[in-house]
């Protein structure tokens, strides 16, 4: 990072310098690579920090909020949904007996 300063502030003063560029145009310059190397940082700065939660085993607060509202809406078709309201009859299940054998006992 420090060598791509350098090196685009040598190219900008040698233009500048020689009459190439202005120092308004120099500056704007400067400027538009300032911006695009913090949006480079910053793009990977949250990528790191994205692998690093996920591995920990994090939520985001918007993967929370959207469970949230799923939630809320699943409560809200039990509720109104027919099938609630309706009490389900469901038969005993059928129980096997053990079969009893009988133990002779040797004396």
């Given at each position: 990072?420090?060598?791509?300063?350098?090196?685009?502030?040598?190219t900008y003063l040698t233009?500048?310098?020689?009459g190439e560029k202005s120092p308004q145009e120099v500056a704007a310059a400067l400027n538009h690579w300032a911006?695009?190397?913090g949006e480079a940082i910053k793009a990977r700065v949250e990528e790191?920090?994205?692998?690093?939660v996920k591995k920990m085993g994090f939520a985001k607060q918007e993967?929370?909020?959207r469970l949230a509202r799923e939630v809320e809406l699943l409560k809200t078709r039990l509720v109104t949904s027919p099938r609630?309201?309706?009490p389900v009859k469901r038969k005993a299940p059928v129980k096997k007996s053990a079969t009893k054998k009988s133990v002779s006992k040797k004396k």
């Amino acid at each position: 990072m420090a060598n791509d300063l350098l090196s685009a502030l040598r190219t900008y003063l040698t233009k500048l310098s020689s009459g190439e560029k202005s120092p308004q145009e120099v500056a704007a310059a400067l400027n538009h690579w300032a911006k695009e190397s913090g949006e480079a940082i910053k793009a990977r700065v949250e990528e790191e920090v994205k692998t690093s939660v996920k591995k920990m085993g994090f939520a985001k607060q918007e993967d929370l909020d959207r469970l949230a509202r799923e939630v809320e809406l699943l409560k809200t078709r039990l509720v109104t949904s027919p099938r609630a309201t309706k009490p389900v009859k469901r038969k005993a299940p059928v129980k096997k007996s053990a079969t009893k054998k009988s133990v002779s006992k040797k004396k």
